[in-house]
């Protein structure tokens, strides 16, 4: 039977579900692209009929392939007129399954509405890797036809498989895709006595997570590398991070890392250490930025604009408080641009946006912020006014200032526009002699404000 008449809605016409495609993709970005194809333990099955009802139905497949999959996603495949998947998906497929087999091009998601649009009028199953709506292809499907006509019957992640096989309780797990990103996103869930689990890239990846706890100091941390979880070849090994080596896993790997080690600690909240920083001086001291931090009052999902980023420790400590946080550090220094490139690997959110330019013209184009932070250019003419002209109603903006000049800016826009002005002088104990006293930082002038 066809899967689309087990539902009531009316199917639109090929030509309207293709256009509201292409009109999705441009706003998937690549790491989303990328994990389309996937990659885990299990596999999924996307069923498009061209009967009335919705257009997709995901159904979980494991690595164990046919014998695991349930009654509907079988009856999907049998009633499929082509099937669409990656070389190794496709031969999960038994001899009954007789409809056509098409191999992904790459990249995958610019390609989907052609595919679809391409075979209007036939019934067409997808095999998609991992649980469809964990990191797989049943979430991008939805976000480009919409969740009205996706339908997903899951089979167990290879995260569920590899938790289950460990006694690992999920809720008390960090979980990592590095699917498509860099190893260096490990670094905010490295803590004593925590655990992950990863999603491995390809077969490099246990290697490289390995020698990253090993290099923060978390070399007697177990790894555990669990291959194929689900089929018939699984495999499970286990050893120390810096014992581990550059030996080559299955491409189809979860790593399960448990912290053990004495490094140094890099907490989450706001007030990293100053030392934690390259900078050639120009840096929001340790116990300014919390306060700020705190000022601007990230939430999941925001996008912060850093003008006048400096070493960038507001923009990086924004996106640290959360993984869905977001920022766009602004510097008109090569130098600095690059100093903060690197603060943002080495503190583990290699995903800020850096625009080398001077404000206000490099603000042009960006994407609308929740937040803003000025920590350079205050007396520069029209930085003030792009970055308020850019807020949305309810946004924040926060500006420091440390020079006479730029305090007495400062002080005009609070008498101008109100919001909240704050001095805060911090004193360090340092050396006298042989004895110890208090030795003064530049105070620095905060004036925050929400957009009415």
Known sequence: MAVGLLY???????????????????????????LADGAGAGDSVISVTSDSG????????????????AGPGRDALAAAEVVF???????????EVTAERIAWPSPLVPALPGLLADHTGRVICVLASGDPMFHGIG?????????????????????SLAAARLGWPLPEVDVLSLVTAPVVELHPLVHPGRRI????????????VAALVTARGYGDSSVTVLSALGGPSATVRSGTASTWGDAEADPLTIVAVECVGTGRPVPLVPGLSDDLYDSDGQLTKREVRAVTLATLGPQPGELLWDVGAGSGSIAIEWMRSHRACRAVA?????????????????????????????APDALAGLPTPAAIFIGGGLTRDGVVEACLAALPR?????????????????????????G??????????????????????MPVTIWALVKP
């Not at 689990?197 to 490289?208: E, F, H, K, N, Y």
């Open 394 to 418: 309810g946004g924040r903006l926060v500006a420091n200032a440390v020079t006479l000049e730029s305090e007495a800016v400062l002080a005009g826009l609070h008498a101008k526009l109100g």
């Open 420 to 441: 909240e002005l704050t001095r805060i002088a911090v004193n360090r104990a340092a050396p006298v002699g042989g004895f110890t006293g208090w030795r003064a930082m």
């Open 85 to 95: 998947g990656s070389v190794r998906q496709l031969a999960l497929l038994p001899p």
């Open 139 to 159: 979430a991008t499907l939805v976000r480009l036809a919409g969740a009205d006509r996706v339908r997903v019957l899951p089979h167990p992640s290879s995260i």
């Open 330 to 358: 602004i510097e008109s220094s090569p130098e600095r641009a690059a100093r903060i490139a690197g603060n943002a690997e080495a503190l583990g959110v290699p995903g800020l946006r850096l625009v080398e330019g001077r």
């Open 197 to 208: 689990l990863v999603l491995s890239r390809d077969g490099s990846t246990p290697a490289q």
């Open 8 to 34: 009531g809605a009316r199917r639109p016409k090929a030509q309207d579900l293709s256009e509201k495609l292409n009109s999705s993709v441009e706003h998937v970005g690549p790491r989303r692209r990328a």
């Open 54 to 69: 919705p257009e997709l139905t995901v159904v979980g497949i494991g690595a164990d392939g046919w014998p695991g999959l």
